[in-house]
């Protein structure tokens, strides 16, 4: 049986989620409590060649007959190739590209940005008194630098403007795209419900309540309307009732590293 | 009809390239020359609006990203299959290429452009250069050409890249340790990437990339080497970039 290891389901921890839940493909969910550092207990997953180096931060791994897969596209991606079934991927190349093509925007430009904001909006004052002294302990121990560079500036509460003034910038660049995008249709990529929505909407589902003066009704409409449209699907909400705190689009965890140069 | 737009046939311009050679797949060559800065003209921003290279045209539709070009290619065309059958191997497969295009990638490319582009930039006449610099339609890509031209990558920016080019080269030399090929057991387009990628690596950087302590990448650069589609892919450079395989030819000298 497929095993997810996750979080809340928000951001990178939403996409497997949703995605197994629209395949109606049966798994075991294993959540971790990331905010507690479950993820760096002794007896936790023993990495492997390739999941040893996260490429987007804290995030899920799916068990596939006894192999990790990490990267919360790819992982959707895989579950496309394993069990083609409801499929979520059109077959035209063309179509397929441009997911791929999207998710490398998302993955590159938006996750960064959202997860910046969100850490400095969410888990800076989730950081108090045990989970703090435990963040302090483990900090030195993190093997992965840019996430445990990350963690700190969410202990330290110590963003450089000039990070939050470019990660504001990104995320206005990603939802001017969005929106255009969303001029066409309904879907971001071809007729229909793809990998490509399910790739923007878990980062982007945060957006309304972290940033509301650049995604709301009236500045982004078809952003806004599509936002409604995904969350009323009903494997979407049962993708969002996975959490246990509640309030799963403010959930947030260091994220990939900014780009640190064109 | 299909088109790309490379500059040599490397890095990047190289990946599309190389995928329609392996596949056996005609192509329109068209030539981009990156230090008169061709891809920031105006006729070329009709093609690509972003003004990267490669660019890929296929029946009329621009298909974005040298990497997804390599995957819609081996999904459009017939001839030799260059992602894996097996749905893990395709996973490890985009691992790789996400790896080399977003981590290694950025940081040997500081060290090409530190002592390659650069250098030869600053020959140029300051006011076009500056000129040249403004008309570049992406931010991204405004500030790495400035920093490239004018040289001002801090010593601390090198040393991180060196230390990721480092770790780059030994999770590569570990994972060739254990199969044939970076994804599996056959040739795809993550070995593409990868060449395109550390092709020029044991030159550039021979104490980080030489046959005592990468064996295993060296064998693996040497037979990508040997493939047809890389002899042919030569023919579309203009510079002597191409020259720096020279170093992988089993029969050439030991060390250039």
Known sequence: MLELYHWEPNGSWLKPLIALYEKELPFRSRYVDVLALEQYQPGFLQAARETQIPLEGEGPVLIDQGRQITESLFITEYLEDA???????????????????????????????????????????ALQGGARTALATHLERMPVAYIREGWRSALNNDYPAELLEDSRRKITLAVTRLEEALGGGPWLVGASFTLADVDAFAICNSLPGLTPDLVNAAATPRLWHWLKRIRSRPAVGRALACGRGGHPEQAFAPGPEHSRWG | MLTIYHWEPNANSGKPILAAFEKGVDFESRYIDMLAFEQHAPEYLKVNPNGTVPAMVHDGVLVPESTVMMEYIDGTFPGPRLRPDDPFERWRMRWWCRYFDQVVGPSISMFGWSFFVGPAM??????????????????????????????????????????????????????????PWVAGDSYSIADIAGFNMFAGLPL????????????HLMEWLRRINERPAIRRSFALGRTELVRRHAHLDRTGPAHA
């Open chain 1, 83 to 125: 069990y083609p079934a409801r499929p979520l991927r059109p077959p035209e190349p063309l179509l397929q590209a441009r997911i791929l093509a999207s998710g490398r925007f998302i993955n590159e430009v938006l996750m960064p940005a959202v997860s910046t904001l969100g850490c400095r909006a969410y888990l800076v004052p």
């Open chain 2, 204 to 215: 550039m950087n021979p104490q980080v990339a030489n046959d005592s302590a990468t064996p």
């Open chain 2, 122 to 179: 600053r020959q140029r006449d300051p006011e076009e250069l500056k000129a040249r610099i403004a008309r570049i339609p992406l931010k991204e890509r405004r500030i790495a050409w400035s920093k490239a031209i004018y040289g001002t990558f801090t010593p601390e920016e090198m040393a991180e890249s060196g230390r990721r080019i480092a770790a780059g080269v030994a999770q590569l030399e570990a994972a060739l340790g254990e199969r």
